[in-house]
């Protein structure tokens, strides 16, 4: 498995085009610049399969109905924020002078859905809330990379001022989902640079004491 990073919109949010030598890809957080994404995924020929989200904040929506509907391909959101595609106070993007909606979701994942098999992608979906409620990271075992949207940063974690957000929870998610992975998993984030879960956990200074 293979990705490539794309930093869109005004708040540098990354999307992300996973990939395989199967020519199969899924999109993860596909937020803005629509028309970019799609000349990306073209330039790579590869066939998308999916959309998935991390959570429903307005910057990693915004182009997701532009990529669902060019290949035609279905979302995936926690149940805890289906509904936030279409209120911009939960997704956001009212207080920051937008109006940011998507269309339904054609999968809604719950707490039972602990694999997710696409293709020949296989994730663990690890629940991570706290920087949302609905909030999860998408762990592929086999390339020892996990998409960990906003909960986990290169040297921090995720804002927890936001419609739901708690940091206490969120401190939970990390210490009991992500810090449980291999030390050596690339953790690629919503926003910033790709980091490894040794390295959060040996300076990440919201994490002392894990």
Partial sequence: M????????????????????????????????????????????????????THAHFDHIGAVDDVR?????????HKK???WLSDTKKN?????????????????????????????????????PGHSPGSVSYYSRSSGAVFSGDALFAGSIGRTDLHGGDQEVLINSIHEKLLNLPEETVVLSGHGPETTIGMEMDSNPFLSGF
């Fill in 92 to 128: 956001g993007s009212k207080y920051f002078g937008q109006s940011i909606t998507a269309k339904p979701a054609s999968y809604i994942l719950t707490h039972a859905d602990n694999t997710l098999k696409i293709g020949n992608f296989s994730f663990e979906v690890l629940t991570t």
């Fill in 2 to 53: 293979k990705w490539k990073k794309l930093t869109v919109g005004p708040v540098q949010e990354n999307t992300y085009i996973i990939y395989n030598n199967h020519n199969e890809a899924v999109v993860i957080d596909p937020g803005s610049e629509g028309k970019r994404i799609i000349q990306t995924i073209e330039s790579l020929k590869v066939k998308p399969l999916a959309v998935l989200l």
């Fill in 69 to 77: 509907e060019r290949y035609d391909i279905p979302l995936y959101v």
């Fill in 81 to 83: 924020e289906a509904d």
